[in-house]
């Protein structure tokens, strides 16, 4: 029934090599070149004739992309109290563009400094695989090649304080930075005790953030060698069965870590059609549960949702398998679907979730080979392929 290629002995052999032979595969650094390297190697065994690599510039590291954010509101408190109506002028404005630079980077977008901080090299695995008959569509599978650093603000010990903390970080610098504004332009003298409150926020934040900054970066064996080693067996799979109709595109992104840059350069430079387009992005699909997500996001205000199509298709291949065990769930998760749904595509994310519904050992030392479960890591390669038949028999609209 499933490509014989799909099975945990051929998926763990791509894990090993990428989680623990290559190692932590920092965003533009030369392991995440390796990594890059190894699956171009892969699919040229494998005869794929059509690949090809995009290069871009990155970050190297999550922390550019929210220290900025956090210094400016750190810094909008003490100018508000000793600048007089200037000074409270400019507080305001930077606690207010604080919290929307967060809530943006809470919706995977690029800071709007990215030019400044992107000084790394970084890349973009291209393979496409043309269908036996007539192509009607085109499915995109993603996985990204790096790993970040263990991280103990991103997810907290406590995940599930990440949403409400985070949602009342927001709101308190809102509306501090709104009052602070409104008493520059209306020059009240007298400052609310609780106004420090939105400045003290990120300063109390800032310790902590750099403490992640210097931490040691995962192996990634979950996040996301699982993911790139299901999608190397699933080229196999297609090199021997392709599907119908449908033309198949594996994406091997780059720099996801530090704020899905890799999808971005790669939707920038392509601009695929959104017209029959279907896109699933994988995500630490190698230990517990699987689920596909039916809602994402890091507060209240950012959480998106995957395209209707996409959840009715993942459902019924979930119901047509019920062995595979693939739920649909909420997750706390921020990944490339953000940026897909953007940018108005159909997309999905396929993600793996331990037995107190997060995801299993994310950004944390432990996400190492030794946490990998070849049986979970199987599943949710059939279940890949389950999902891609599926779309291959979406009804075609001439017909
Ligand atoms: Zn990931």
New binding site residues.
């Given amino acids: 029934m499933f490509p014989e290629t799909l099975r945990a002995a051929r998926l763990m052999d791509h894990v090993r090599c990428l989680a623990r032979e290559i190692g932590p595969r920092p965003s533009t650094s030369p392991q995440e070149r390796q990594a890059a390297d190894y699956v171009k190697r892969t699919l040229r065994s494998l005869d794929v004739a059509n690949i090809w690599e995009q290069r871009f510039q990155s970050q190297n590291s999550l922390g550019w992309a929210t220290i900025p954010y956090l210094l400016a509101g750190a810094l909008a408190a003490p100018l508000a109290w000793a600048g007089g109506r200037a000074g409270r002028l400019l507080g305001g404005l930077l606690l207010l563009a604080g919290a929307f630079g967060l809530h943006r980077f809470s919706l995977g977008r690029p800071p709007f400094f990215q030019r400044l901080i992107a000084t790394g090299p970084s890349q973009n695995v291209i393979a496409r695989f043309p269908p036996a008959g007539e192509a009607q569509r085109h499915l995109y599978l993603i996985g990204?090649l790096d790993t970040n650093k263990q991280r103990f603000l991103a997810p907290l010990p406590w995940p599930g304080l990440v949403r409400p903390l985070n949602t009342a970080s927001l709101v308190l610098a809102a509306l501090g930075g709104l009052t602070l504004l409104l008493d520059a332009l209306l020059n009240h003298r007298r400052r609310a005790t609780w106004q420090w409150l939105p400045g003290a926020i990120p300063l109390s934040f800032l310790p902590a953030l750099f403490f992640d900054e210097a931490q040691p970066h995962v192996d990634g064996a979950n996040?996301?060698a699982s993911a790139v080693a299901v999608l190397l067996t699933v080229a196999e799979a297609l090199q021997r069965q392709p599907l119908q109709n449908t033309e198949v595109t594996l994406l091997f992104t780059g720099c996801?870590?530090v704020i899905c840059v890799g999808i971005e350069e790669y939707l920038q430079k392509y601009a695929p059609p959104r017209e029959n387009s279907y896109w699933i992005d994988l995500?630490?699909v190698g230990t517990g549960n699987l689920c596909f997500v039916t809602r994402h996001g890091i507060n209240h205000f950012s959480h998106y949702t995957p395209d209707p199509e996409m959840v009715a298709l993942a459902a019924r291949a979930a119901g047509k398998h019920p062995q595979l065990n693939v739920i649909g769930k909420e997750m706390l998760i921020l990944?490339e679907v953000a940026n897909l749904r953007h940018h108005g595509y159909k997309a999905i994310c396929l993600a793996g979730f331990g037995d107190d519904g997060y995801l299993a050992n994310w950004h944390r030392l432990s996400d190492n080979l030794d946490n990998i479960e070849p049986e979970t890591l199987e599943r949710a390669a059939r279940y890949t392929w389950a999902l891609m038949q599926e779309v291959d028999r979406i009804a075609n609209k001439n017909e």
Avoid: L, P
């Fill in positions: 990204h996040d996301n996801e870590e995500e630490m990944e």
